[in-house]
Each structure stands twice: as structure tokens, then as C-alpha cells.
């Protein structure tokens, strides 16, 4: 069993950043890749950015890149999701997920726990 609690969601300009924290506890972090989706309103739950257990590797999506960056610290079993250049289309409920395997997977599928959400709102 891992629990992922999500923190650092808010109201935020076009424009500004947020950082998003995801803590686990559980089962050893450092093993497992993990991952950020998110969920729009009368949308599907879509991957954001994933990194693998090291750290060594990540992936985001094509809308993301290049504004959003995926870090962890094992050591703190702690995931972060640094988002700039925020837009109103980032407006989401934000999950971590771990995998449960030392890689990444852009697929829902591929993530066994996740987290409770958290609100992330760019206004224009």
C-alpha cells in the first residue's frame, strides 16, 4: 500500500507558477516511477510529466514542455511538479500516481496509487 498526499494547488495568473508537492509513505519510495496527471471539468484524466525511480529520465506532454518540470527527492519521498508560464487551459485537479515499477508510463493504466488531487486555477 502507498498513500500520495498532493499540496501546493491555488488561484494563479496567466502567466505566474506553482509548485505542486506530492509526499508518499508506504513502501520504499526510491524504488517506483511516478508520475503527475491532471482532469479538466467533462475531460479525460491526461498525463502531465512522469520520472523514473532514480530520477535519471522524465516525460512530459507536448502541451507542458518546456513550462513545466518533474523532480523528486528520494530522500524525503517527495515528487514536485515546478509549473510556469501558466495558462487558463492548465486549469485541473492535479494527481500524482506511483507506478510501481522503476519506470514511466504516460498510460493511467500503467499507475497503481494515486493520489487524493489537488485544485490548480489560472485565471486570465
Known amino acids: 500500500q502507498v498513500q500520495l498526499v498532493e499540496s501546493g494547488g491555488g488561484l494563479v495568473q496567466a502567466g505566474g507558477s506553482l509548485r505542486l508537492s506530492c509526499a508518499a509513505s508506504?513502501?520504499?519510495?526510491?524504488?517506483?516511477?511516478m508520475g503527475w496527471f491532471r482532469q479538466a471539468p467533462g475531460k479525460e484524466r491526461e498525463f502531465v510529466a512522469g520520472i523514473t525511480n532514480s530520477g535519471a529520465i522524465t516525460a512530459y506532454a507536448d502541451s507542458v514542455k518546456g513550462r513545466f518540470t518533474i523532480s523528486r527527492d528520494n530522500a524525503r519521498a517527495t515528487v514536485y511538479l515546478q509549473m510556469g508560464s501558466l495558462k487558463p487551459e492548465d486549469t485541473a485537479v492535479y494527481y500524482c500516481?506511483?507506478?510501481?515499477?522503476?519506470?514511466?508510463?504516460?498510460?493511467?493504466?500503467?499507475?497503481?496509487?494515486w493520489g487524493q488531487g489537488t485544485q490548480v486555477t489560472v485565471s486570465s
Open positions: 508506504g513502501r520504499t519510495f526510491s524504488t517506483y516511477g
Open positions: 500516481a506511483v507506478t510501481l515499477l522503476p519506470s514511466i508510463s504516460k498510460l493511467k493504466s500503467g499507475y497503481r496509487y
